[in-house]
């Protein structure tokens, strides 16, 4: 049948997220399966009292979660309904070299996320 237009919603219903701190909202898992195919916006999310307007995210299935990562926070949502708000961890590009020549930004992932370094081009 296809994938049809539109975009999906994840309405987090203005739950207040503590940040590292799992909190349950029943049905948010299969909202996620039901729109894993289109593009996402993040609505009603609340971190520290902080209200987060409407924003759009690319989520990423990691199997037992979907994550993605948006206005310096991490959100991971799993398999149990449970929500999980952290602090992202922080893009810091390395120094660009000094040496005359064309230099590229080179991105890894790892556990931890990605490491930057700098590549000489050839």
């Not at 539109?6 to 049905?27: A, E, M, R, S």
């Not at 299969?30 to 999310?45: F, H, M, R, T, Y």
């Not at 759009?56 to 948006?70: A, E, I, M, P, Y």
Request: with cysteine; proline share 5%.
């Amino acid at each position: 049948m296809g994938i049809r237009g539109g975009y999906h919603v994840l309405d987090f219903g203005g739950y207040n997220f503590t940040l590292g701190t799992g909190h349950k909202i029943p049905g948010i898992w299969e909202q996620v399966l039901a729109g894993a195919d289109k593009p996402c916006i993040l609505s009603g999310l609340v971190a520290g009292s902080a209200y987060m307007p409407d924003v759009w995210v690319n989520l990423t299935n990691k199997v037992t979660t979907f994550d993605t990562d948006v206005a310096g926070l991490h959100i991971s949502i799993a398999t149990n309904d449970t929500v999980t708000v952290t602090a992202a961890p922080a893009l810091v590009a390395p120094t660009a070299p000094s040496a005359n020549g064309t230099y590229y930004l080179v991105g890894t992932k790892n556990s931890s996320g990605f490491t930057y370094a700098w590549t000489a081009l050839n």
